[in-house]
């Protein structure tokens, strides 16, 4: 196959599957289109209309029809010339029981084996939180949700296999967590909170286990694990570790291998701590599996695109190893010719009078973006304020640096940020994070 002609993207979800999209191929073909974009092809969590949700790198969703599905497509689409490019998902997955990673995760803590596909803090400055998960999926005051018995022990009588029962979902429970001598019969009773001691035996069971349930207002403060920007349901997994990158690549690795994908978009690569050392090895990777692809489907390197959000005059690294970008740039260009320039002030002016804000928009920008640093991104800039004061204390020149003053330097910094984030990796600032950051400081 050679590089895209002409691309259509096909959200799949449960009401429009991998068969329905094979029913319109002719259609697309017909068109002009040269390659077919599927949305994310893994599985996600029951119901999900978006993909983005995954729980199992490893399987092609069989709410969408599955890897036969996804077969009969790649051979319907292959007869009319046409090539398949699937959405990876390598920045995050669904912070949802359903997740068997992050059901171990919850069920054994640090000691599960897949505790460090997570980015997760498990020494953070709270006593409370060392050691768990922050669980805020509460959709009330944890007090209240126990006092008013929206928090219950279940026990499978097929398995006998506890579990902890709340209005959003039913979570694992520690074993070792359990009393002993007491039958998996008799758990629930002894739990259960209509009697106050069965209130006070839940609220003990509750704290011993890797997870702290949670009102869904406490995750700006008090989130211990790396989010999808501000999204609880996503939690971030870490690529950059080898086992975990085999671990999230090997399906679509196999599927261009086989000759069923022609290529890949990669979602949120931001998300990533080290998008060019993350190309490199996708690159890498893709040009081992293009091997052993069939002569029929041969193709001198896969087609491989970025999801990136570039700020005026930013372009995308040149030392990533990729074919481009999704496109946002283009389309905010594209949109921009909707807008006359000649309604830039009485926008500006019907905006004022709505919001009763007189100030510039570049004030009011400023200010935006420090109530999200404020008010919706605390944790996250807490913890980083927190790792730039350990480096500190590491050089006589910087050790006095508290970190209030820290704090302030960096939410002066973020806020004036001209571009979506830095990339300080293959040997430091390029020359376009030198420009950026000389910038935030004027």
């Known amino acids: 196959m050679s590089a895209p002609r002409a691309t259509v ?46 729980i199992d790198h490893a399987t092609v969703n069989p709410e969408l029809g599955g890897e036969p599905a996804l077969r009969r497509l790649a051979q319907a689409a292959r007869r009319r010339g046409l090539g398949l490019i699937a959405d990876i998902v390598p920045n995050h997955m669904a912070a949802d029981p359903a997740n068997p990673w992050w059901r171990d995760v919850l069920a054994r803590g640090e000691a599960s084996a897949w505790s460090r596909h997570f980015d997760i803090d498990w020494q953070p400055p709270d006593p409370a939180l060392r050691g768990k998960v922050l669980l805020p999926v509460l959709a009330e005051p944890y007090g209240d949700a126990l006092a008013n018995g929206s928090l219950r022990l279940l026990v499978d009588p097929a398995s006998d296999q506890a579990e902890l029962v709340t209005p ?41 286990q890797h997870y702290r349930l949670a009102w869904w207002r406490t995750a700006p403060d008090q989130i211990n694990w790396r989010r999808f920007f501000e999204i609880s349901e996503l939690v971030g997994v870490r690529v950059e570790d080898e086992g975990v990158f085999d671990a999230v690549h090997a399906l679509a ?96 002016a019907f905006w004022q009078d709505l919001s009763g804000d007189k100030r510039p928009a570049r004030t009011q920008l400023v200010a935006a973006r420090r109530r999200m640093l404020t008010r919706h991104f605390a944790a996250e800039r807490l913890a980083l304020v927190r790792s730039l004061e350990r480096i500190a204390r590491l050089d006589a020149r910087s050790r006095d640096w508290s970190a209030n003053a820290i704090d302030r330097v960096l939410s002066a910094l973020l806020a004036a940020f001209p571009v979506y984030r830095s990339y300080a990796e293959d040997g430091g600032r390029g020359a376009a994070d030198r420009r950026a950051c000389r910038l935030a400081r004027r």
Not at 180 to 189: H, T
Not at 190 to 207: F, I, K, M, V
Not at 279 to 284: G, Y
């Open 9 to 54: 993207r096909l959200q799949l979800h449960a009401g429009y599957t991998l068969d329905d999209a094979r029913a319109r191929v002719d259609y697309y073909a017909d068109l002009g289109v040269s390659h077919l974009y599927l949305s994310p092809i893994t599985r996600a969590r029951a119901g999900s209309t978006h993909g983005y949700d995954v």
């Open 168 to 208: 959003g979902g039913r979570y694992p429970v520690a074993s070792a967590s359990l009393p002993r001598g007491v039958a998996a019969g008799d758990l629930a009773a002894l739990h259960d909170p209509s009697t106050q001691t069965g209130c006070e035996r839940l609220q003990a069971l509750l704290e011993r």
């Open 253 to 348: 690795l196999r599927l261009y291998a086989e000759g069923i994908l022609d290529g890949l978009r990669i979602d949120h690569i931001d998300g990533l701590a080290s998008p060019g050392a993350y190309l490199r090895r996708l690159d890498r990777r893709l040009a081992e599996a293009g091997a052993a692809r069939p002569a029929a489907c041969a193709q001198a390197q896969a087609y491989v695109v970025v999801e990136k959000i570039l700020a005026p005059g930013e372009v995308p690294d040149p030392r990533w190893r990729m074919d481009g970008t999704t496109g946002y740039d283009f389309m905010d260009q594209v949109g921009a010719l909707l807008h006359a320039p000649a309604a830039e002030a009485p926008l500006q």
